[in-house]
């Protein structure tokens, strides 16, 4: 067998110095894929916010112009008062549907689009229409009795009436010049 070697007949070692190793690297500064990361995050979180806002402003107007008319109409409590409950009531439905659709309704239509905005056991305008009619154009006060049904009818549409959010004025613009285009 070969002979091995004594430890103190090998060669001196070579002069080398010791291997220092590199500082883990740090979490700064982030590489640019992280940047990317971020900025995409941000720009995400400020858009969710900012719908967010707009939401809720969107949801404040909307009850806003309920709120508003519930507000004035117990300042229409006499019976010579009706014609000012029916603007009240149009002026209401116009904050939350296009101009057209709402201004251009008379009568039994107009009555009837209040009512389609109420569930059915709550509708009543229809049953009532004698009563709008003759209070509205009459120059005779209704009677205490018929009054104050359509004025719980009024108020009853006011609260409970399903409406879509109010149109904006840019929508309503930009509807308008569509119509003009179409024809």
């Known amino acids: 067998m070969t002979e091995q070697p004594a430890v103190n007949d090998l060669p001196s070692p070579l002069p080398l110095a010791d291997i220092h190793l590199p500082d883990a690297p740090g979490l700064w500064p982030l590489a640019w ?14 858009g969710g916010l ?9 949801i404040k107007q909307q009850q806003s ?22 603007l009240l009531l149009r002026q ?4 939350y549907y296009p101009r057209q659709q709402v201004a251009s309704l008379t ?3 107009w009555l009837a689009f209040l009512d389609t ?17 003759y209070g ?8 205490p009795q018929d009054f104050q049904r359509c004025y719980q009818q009024a108020e009853r549409w006011l609260r409970n009436a399903r409406l879509p959010a109010p149109q904006s004025q840019q929508s309503t613009q930009q509807s308008t010049v569509a119509e003009k285009r179409h024809v």
């Open 33 to 46: 894929g992280w940047w990317v990361c971020l900025f995409i995050g941000l720009c995400l979180l400020i």
């Open 50 to 58: 900012w719908m967010c806002i707009r939401y809720i402003r969107q």
């Open 65 to 86: 112009a309920r709120k508003e008319a519930l507000r004035r109409l117990p300042g229409f409590n006499q019976p010579d008062a009706l014609n000012a409950i029916n």
């Open 92 to 95: 209401t439905a116009m904050s």
């Open 107 to 109: 009568g039994a239509q």
């Open 117 to 133: 905005h109420l569930t059915p056991s709550e509708q009543g305008f229809a049953a009532l229409s004698e009563q709008w009619s």
């Open 136 to 143: 509205i154009f009459s120059k005779q006060p209704l009677e």
